[in-house]
């Protein structure tokens, strides 16, 4: 035996061996082939197995009897294009008629199965061609995000799907969302990678973080201003509002001018404006939100009324005068007064971690993906930061961020704060820093934060 037949038998017996386990690297040695070659040679048997076939059209079956020939076989939707990826393989099918997307969506598990694949999730792309994406192994075990992201102005790569593609919060998509989960479930984490995709870009970030202040105050020096407490919270949302109504009258300004040329563009939200008249934009971070609803004086309540409107308002109208919320909770449902229902009809992006209850999961999902419910009560208890994330088009995903650590936010947010820009109207709210220790010292307006 030669030593090149001795190291082809070493390498083929080690995958084998390691093929039962098939840890992220065996999948990239050789796993990525052997599931090319697999899904080639087994296509067509698959699909036939799957009910994906349809039966010959008419003009063959005649064509084949005039002809004297076989009567033809069934034949499974068109590969258009197969690629490898780094956690599996892309199939884009072209559909024969009287299937639908349906029919691959609801055959996924069967796929999984039959081509040996850990995962397969199916999308339309257009009308009669299907994407399947197929995993080779659990990719939200180990997070580890793409090394290309498709960046843009206030969109954030934040987490990974199941399906091996980036999670993506785009703010001009959707401009509010929800973020919901179970005490050590995941949800600061989550955030965390948010403040840390957002830092880099053009973007006044503004924090209310009513756990004293722990998960968004290491951050301070990206952030234009902070509340730590429902008593500054107030007054923040409160300087948030005028704002708004400011930037509503640059843009009703820049349009009086534009109205009445013909053609032009007319303003009707800053992203219309030029970039000399944009105001920066704003991302709202809200921690733990039932905080800024809980009451037990009279007086309380008054303030609590005061926040919940003041966040309504933002909600309803921010999204022309690029303020964006970001709502963080452990259950945000009718139970926490009156209007909250409210400001969760206009939170558009919704995700859930782990819950402990139904109840708590529809209310993430409840109202726009009701599926998604089961979903979310069946995320495992181990699985910390995996979390499903819909929108109010019904659909919905399994995904994880990456597990950045306070200390790496920390740097990352540092290196960045040169870009932390200075709002006028929130100037009483932006942390002072000093380089010490804020200590036991009330973390409230102006207090010392450090990073
Ligand atoms: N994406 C992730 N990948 C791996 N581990 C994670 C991830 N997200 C969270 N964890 C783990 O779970 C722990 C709790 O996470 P986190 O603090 O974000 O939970 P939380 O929902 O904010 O909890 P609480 O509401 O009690 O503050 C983290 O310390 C981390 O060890």
Redesign the pocket.
């Known amino acids: 035996m030669t030593g090149f037949t001795v190291a082809l038998v070493l390498v083929v017996a080690t995958a084998g061996l390691l093929r039962w386990r098939r840890p992220a690297w065996y999948w990239l040695t050789f796993g990525v082939t052997f599931a090319t070659v697999r899904v080639l040679v087994r296509y067509a048997s698959v699909m036939d197995a799957c009910g994906l076939t349809v039966p010959p059209s008419r003009w063959r079956l005649a064509l084949a009897r005039a002809t004297n020939r076989p009567v033809p076989e069934s034949r499974a939707p068109r590969i258009l294009r197969l690629r490898p990826t780094r956690t599996g393989l892309v199939l884009r099918l072209k559909l024969r008629p009287g299937q639908d997307a349906f029919d691959l969506a609801a055959a996924s598990d069967r796929l999984r199965h039959s081509f040996s694949m850990y995962g397969v999730t199916s999308r339309e792309l257009r009308s009669g061609v299907v994407e399947l994406r197929m995993t080779g192994y659990d990719v939200l075990k180990r997070?580890q995000m793409p090394a290309k992201a498709d960046t843009r102005p206030m969109r954030v790569p934040v987490a990974l799907r199941e399906d091996g593609s980036i999670h993506y919060r785009d703010y001009r998509e959707v401009p509010h969302a929800l973020t919901l989960?179970?005490?050590?479930?995941?949800?600061?984490?989550?955030q965390?990678n948010l403040v840390a995709g957002l830092a880099p870009m053009d973007v006044a970030l503004v924090g209310i973080d009513c756990?004293q202040g722990v998960?968004l105050f290491p951050l301070a020096r990206r952030f234009s201003a902070l509340a730590d407490n429902p008593d500054t919270a107030v007054e923040l949302l409160d300087a948030l509002v005028k704002r708004m109504e400011g930037v509503y009258r640059i843009i009703r300004a820049e349009q009086r001018i534009t109205a009445d040329v013909p053609d032009a563009e007319i303003a009707a939200g800053i992203w219309d404006l030029p970039d000399e008249l944009r105001p920066t934009p704003i991302v709202v971070l809200v921690d733990?939100v039932a905080e800024l609803a809980l009451f037990a004086t009279r007086e309380e309540e008054k303030r609590r009324d005061r926040i919940v409107t003041a966040l309504v308002r933002l909600a309803q109208l921010g999204r022309a005068a690029g303020i964006y919320l970001e709502i963080c909770g452990?259950r945000f449902g009718s139970e926490l007064g009156k209007s909250i229902t409210m400001l969760r009809a206009q939170l558009t992006g919704r995700t859930a971690?782990r819950v402990n209850d139904e109840t708590s999961a529809n209310m993430a999902f409840g109202d726009i993906a009701p599926d998604a419910v089961l979903a979310v009560i069946q995320i495992p208890a181990d699985m910390?930061?995996?979390a499903i994330t819909g929108d109010s088009t019904g659909g919905w995903a399994r995904i994880?961020?990456?597990?950045t650590t306070l200390r790496h936010a920390v740097n990352i947010c540092n290196r960045h704060a040169h870009r932390t820009p200075e709002l006028p109207e929130l100037a009483p709210f932006r942390p002072v820093l000093t380089g010490t220790s804020a200590g036991s010292a009330p973390l409230s307006k102006a207090a010392p934060a450090t990073a």
């Open positions: 997070v989960g179970a005490t050590e479930s995941g949800k600061s984490v989550y965390r756990k998960e733990e452990q971690h910390r930061g995996v994880r961020a990456p597990h």
